[in-house]
Nanobody, 126 residues
């Protein structure tokens, strides 16, 4: 059974950078879309970014376009989220998950994704 583990979160100052990692194990990863989501207390989980199986297509939520970059290394079963120019409103728990929804994955709807990791906290504060 596929398992995902997120890491790389922490405290960053506004304008700073962090790189999140999502490590996959226990299953085939190469043909799955991978998404990054975030959630703050009292709010729904929202899609931040997603990437196609071979990495040729990416998708970003409007508020992170130009600041976040998603990438993957299928040889290492890893997906990364590079976050630059961080803002206080980026503060959240970040999760990765996978999807076989080949026609709708770009909408980054949480119910289309599964095998959620435990999340990693990102806090942006001065």
């Amino acid at each position: 059974q596929l398992q995902l583990v997120e890491s790389g979160g922490g405290l960053a100052q506004p304008g700073g950078s962090l790189r999140l990692s999502c490590a996959a194990s226990g299953g085939t990863f190469d043909f799955l879309m991978v998404g990054w989501f975030r959630q703050v207390p009292g709010k729904d989980r929202e899609g931040v970014s997603a990437i196609s199986p071979m990495g040729e297509m990416t998708e970003y939520e409007d508020s992170v376009k130009g600041r976040y970059t998603i990438s993957r290394d299928n040889r290492k079963n890893m997906v990364y989220l590079h976050m630059n120019n961080l803002k206080p409103e980026d503060t959240a728990v970040y999760y990765c998950a996978v999807s076989e929804a080949y026609t709708t994955w770009t909408r980054m709807i949480p119910t289309d994704f599964h095998s959620w990791g435990q999340g990693t906290q990102v806090t942006v504060s001065s």
